[in-house]
């Protein structure tokens, strides 16, 4: 065995290796940028809201009711606040401890149905893949069910090897699956136990093994499910009952929130989903650049599965789940309304049939099929880099950097139809913005260029390990840059300098307005801590908590807002528009702007500030 073999065999290196890779890619710069507008900080703010009210069941934010999302992700968020403070770092912190474990458990799994190699290189791939590094630049649960997913998968997998060896499945492997998948309830809702039924069932269906079902122990495995699944949603329910018109939480989370949102009949409908082609070509782009190996890592899986049931090999059978895995997520969401992000937890399926196909690919010798294949694959991944090299360059040499003190937003083309997209706000950019990402622009395009190119003079040599290693030092920065671009970025995506701005302004009894829904600025009510009102037709995430006895005031109607104007208050009005319709006519004050948005005011600022 060759040196880099063995080292990859001591579980203790891999594991310092991935945990370095972890803390460089995703710790490094927590705490900035500024949390963004939308779910990153309506999320926040319910954590943070559970903290102040010592309620930790019932969600709020904003002062209203939320029951929309499970509590675990909140939980964490909230734990991370008691024991730490209220910060961008705290905030942000349980999401990449989750990112840590879905690293390490993708690893433990690799290693153990594709042996050591096979689990390092599963690690590698995920650590560095595009698609999880962007959807935890803001606060969602997606990383979450990733992780409870791929421990769900290895215990059943561990059952099936134990049944394997003529032994009934051990309690531990089976209670252990139940509570995971009771966790993945608590994060995700009911798809949490949706797709490991789903993928567990087509998998037995497929290889003829529904018996195995029978042997899972189910009467003591439902109860470690509900003991740890149904508390809250029992208390949840009781303390948010029927009341009046509301139907209470058990209607809007269950049938609402799951039910409808699935058949695109939620209300009030707030929401966009993403072309179908689009969806499944992200998919493929969320792997970058590891992309390129998985059409050879799909021809490892088994496709007679009933014939050769009782001879598949543990690596046959992990295959074959790895793939169901992922074709349930990616199925269930072309079905329904989908959002960029909801394919994330099929990554680590993904990285799993990548890595083993890699191992495969060191393990072969010579000219073997592998080996061609893998030179092919560096071959487009290279021409990719090319192509990312001239347009990237091309940019650099037509984009001039902007005067200093510049607002982004001044140079971006807006396109509101798209903001329902996680990452719609990027199709604003212009050739002429691209001149304040000269820095991180240069660097992606370089590094995308080297590490491309450098992995396919390795792959033409029969290094493909030294080649697998310069692409993740490829991604090492090509990540940084995404982080540092993202940066400069976020005052278009947060409201943060705004809060800062009315927070110098502020006195007691003051009241902050939004032209629009809550979440398009709530970033305010998370700086400042000031409850915000929504000048618009009520909907959104307050709509629904609104319709409770004794909810707080939260939208406000074109003529309550002029009486609020003229009051004796200080009122801020949050606006994207220069002359906003709401105050004309009106007398009006500029308190702030950054981003493409402003603050106005019904009086002048205060002396001093």
Excluded at 77 to 87: E, M
Excluded at 193 to 206: D, E, H, M, N, T
Excluded at 350 to 365: I, K, P, T
């Amino acid at each position: 065995m060759t040196r880099p073999n063995r080292l990859l065999a001591d579980w203790r290196i891999c594991l310092l290796v991935l945990m370095g890779l972890w803390a460089v890619i995703y710790m490094v710069g927590l705490s900035r940028p500024a949390l963004l507008d939308d779910a990153d900080t309506v999320h926040a703010e319910a954590a943070k809201e559970m903290v102040q009210r010592g309620d930790w069941v019932t969600l709020y934010a904003n002062g209203v009711r939320y029951l929309e999302k499970a509590p675990l992700m909140y939980w964490g968020v909230a734990t991370s606040y008691t024991l730490f403070g209220v910060s961008e770092w705290s905030t942000r912190f349980p999401l990449m401890l989750g990112v840590l474990a879905m690293i390490l458990s993708t690893y433990g799994l690799g290693r153990w149905a594709l042996g050591s190699e096979g689990g390092f290189d599963s690690g590698l791939v995920l650590a560095t893949a595009l698609g999880p590094f962007l959807f935890t630049r803001f606060l969602i649960p997606d990383v979450a069910v990733g992780l409870w997913l791929t421990l769900t998968f290895w215990l059943f997998l561990v059952s099936l090897e134990q049944t394997k060896l003529g032994q009934k499945p051990a309690r531990w492997t089976c209670w252990g699956l139940a509570a995971v998948c009771a966790l993945n309830v608590l994060t995700k809702g009911l798809i949490g136990l949706l797709f490991p039924v789903a993928a567990i069932g087509l998998y037995l269906l497929l290889t003829g093994n529904l018996r195995h079902l029978l042997k899972m122990r189910l009467f003591s495995s439902a109860v470690v499910f509900f003991a740890i699944a149904a508390p809250w949603h029992i208390l949840a329910a009781l303390r948010n009952p029927p009341q009046g018109n509301v139907r209470g939480f058990l209607w809007f989370y269950f049938v609402n929130e799951h039910i409808n949102r699935f058949l695109n009949t939620r209300v009030p409908r707030d929401y966009d989903t993403v072309p179908l082609l689009l969806f499944w070509a992200l998919l493929v782009l969320w792997l970058i650049p590891w992309t390129v190996f998985l059409p050879q890592s799909l021809q490892e899986v088994p496709r007679r599965w009933r014939e050769f049931r009782a001879q598949m090999t543990r690596r046959q059978r992990a295959y074959l789940l790895f793939f169901l895995w992922t074709m349930v997520i990616v199925g269930f969401f072309s079905l329904s309304t989908r959002q960029e992000y909801y394919t994330i937890p099929a990554i680590p399926a993904m990285a799993l049939l990548v890595g083993g196909w890699l191992q495969r690919e060191r393990a072969s010798a010579g000219d073997s099929r592998e080996r061609r294949s893998g030179r092919i694959s560096s071959a487009v991944l290279l021409t990719v880099g090319v192509v990312i090299a001239v347009v990237g360059f091309s940019l650099l040499f037509f984009s001039k950097a902007p005067a200093p003190g510049t607002d982004l937003a001044d140079l971006l083309r807006k396109h509101p139809q798209d903001y329902s997209l996680s990452f719609g706000h990027f199709l604003d950019l212009t050739p002429q913005a691209m001149g304040v990402f000269r820095v991180p622009l240069f660097g992606f395009s370089l590094a995308f260029l080297l590490g491309t190119f450098a992995n396919w003079i390795l792959r033409r040599r029969g290094q493909a390990g030294p080649g697998n290693v310069a692409l993740v030092a490829m991604m090492v920065v090509l990540l940084a840059c995404v982080r540092i671009a993202f940066g400069i970025f976020s005052p278009i995506l947060s409201s943060k300098d705004l809060a800062l701005a009315i927070r110098e302004q502020y006195r007691p009894g003051d009241q902050i307005v939004v032209i629009g829904l809550y979440e398009n600025a709530s970033t305010l009510n998370f700086y400042t801590g000031i409850p915000l009102h929504s000048l618009r037709v009520p909907g959104g995430n307050m709509w629904y908590g609104t319709q409770f006895p004794g909810a707080p005031r939260v939208f406000e109607t074109e003529t309550s807002f002029v009486e609020m104007w003229h009051g004796p208050q200080r009122v801020f009005l949050w606006a994207e528009e220069e002359d906003p319709p709401a105050l004309r006519g009106l007398t009006k004050y500029e308190v702030a702007r950054r981003g493409g948005k402003i603050i106005f005011s019904n009086q002048p600022n205060s002396s001093g500030s």
